[in-house]
């Protein structure tokens, strides 16, 4: 027997929508699974880069502490996340490096929550570049997935009270819990405690707290980069020698022992480089200057590679807080002008505060940091402990 199939006929949308339903509700069809309406993945963030404000879902992978480095152990600070598409992803260029703010940091830094790491979260901030790699900056926002917990940008402390070292009991004990003013004068009166040298004990000096840890005969110059023999200090061309961050003429303090020779912002630089920057106040842009790459000046301002922005800002602070203008020395303060002359004034503020933020302290600055307190001058930079207390300071 022959059997002949007509056309058939399709069932109606409502009839559909209805067996849809029914399969639904006794569990024989699920929903699909899909990220949330407006929230993008890694690899979307990685792509857009936009500036804007975005929501971004993703695995903690480490913490970056240089743009191509990404540890999973031994945290130094709670200052950034590294979030990947997949928990067991450990290439950095499928990477998103999110930038903690400072009320953050205890809820949300690794060193502080090392159970973080592998956990997939909620981020929300701007998508702009962080450690020169893609980034998100200025998060509003943290939360678990599947939680409704919001822990964002709007708690978690004040910018006093965050960050983590193992001097806060000590070192610090008499700053902590303090900002703004009070926070500036207890950390004056800590950090000038501290030997002062002579400017030819700074060449010895920066022998060894600049020293290239992968070749002890060299030293590293603050902008250019390269490594050095510690032997080819002076004055000639491709020679080394005694870089002051906080311009000299800016208060016209000179070599005089103080802040003259004071290494926490006295730095090995090429000789040509650092007559490039002479006494220029620290912005963005201008001519590109030889010698060292992504280095900038214009008639009024010098802008250092982007992998030494937070050192140099870092270095600026310390100066401002240290000479306070109540022992013979100038009072140093930061400020917004690009033409100090010799003013005791270093720009620009607010661009300085930026790269605090923009570049934190990697393990080559706090090794610094523990060798000037440990063999040199007995005190620290508290920016490189706790960067968030710019801002406590400053804003």
């Not at 962080?130 to 978690?156: C, E, I, R, V, W």
């Not at 214009?298 to 050192?311: C, I, M, N, Q, T």
């Not at 607010?350 to 610094?368: C, G, I, K, T, Y």
């Amino acid at each position: 027997m022959t059997l002949t199939l007509g056309r058939v006929r399709a069932p109606a949308p409502a009839l559909v929508i209805s067996l849809l339903s029914l399969l639904l509700g006794v569990g024989l069809l699920a929903p699909p699974t899909a990220q949330a309406a407006g929230e993008l993945t890694v690899a979307q963030a990685i792509s857009t880069q936009d500036g804007a404000s975005h929501t971004v879902r993703g695995y903690v992978v480490g913490q970056p502490t240089a743009t191509d480095t990404v540890v999973t152990s031994d945290f130094p600070n709670d200052y950034a996340l590294a979030i990947a598409d997949s928990a067991g992803e450990t290439g950095t260029s499928q990477m998103l490096y999110v930038q903690i703010p400072s009320a953050s940091r205890s809820t949300w830094g690794l060193r502080s929550n090392p159970d973080l790491l592998g956990q997939q979260i909620d981020v929300t901030g701007q998508l702009a570049a962080y450690f020169s790699h893609p980034g998100l900056k200025n998060a509003s926002a943290f939360a678990l997935t599947g939680s409704s917990d919001d822990t964002g940008g709007t708690g978690g402390g004040t910018g006093g009270t965050g960050g983590d070292s193992s001097y806060d009991s000590t070192y610090y004990a008499n700053a902590m819990g303090k900002t703004g003013a009070a926070l500036k004068s207890s950390l004056h009166t800590i950090i000038s405690d501290q030997t002062v040298l002579s400017y030819s004990e700074v060449w010895t000096a920066l022998k060894d707290t600049d020293e290239d840890p992968n070749n002890a005969s060299n030293v590293i110059e603050l902008y250019s980069g390269t490594s050095i023999a510690k032997s080819m200090n002076g004055g000639a061309v491709g020679d080394w020698n005694r870089e002051h961050v906080w311009a000299k003429s800016h208060g016209d303090f000179g070599t005089t022992n103080g802040p003259g020779t004071d290494i926490q912002h006295l730095r090995p630089a090429d000789v040509q480089v650092n007559g490039t920057r002479s006494n220029l106040d620290f912005d963005e842009g201008g001519s590109a200057v030889s010698g060292c790459s992504g280095c900038f000046y214009d008639a009024d301002s010098f802008e250092p590679p982007d992998r030494v922005k937070g050192d140099v800002a870092r270095m600026i602070f310390y100066m401002a807080v240290r000479y306070e203008g109540d022992d013979g020395f100038p009072d140093l303060e930061p400020d917004e002008s690009t033409d100090n002359g010799t003013s005791p004034f270093m720009g620009r503020l607010s661009v300085l505060e930026q790269w605090n933020d923009e570049d934190p302290p990697d393990a080559f600055e706090h090794a610094r940091n523990d060798k000037i307190y440990e063999n040199w001058q007995g005190n620290r930079n508290p920016f490189i402990d706790h960067p968030e207390w710019v801002d406590a300071i400053y804003n």
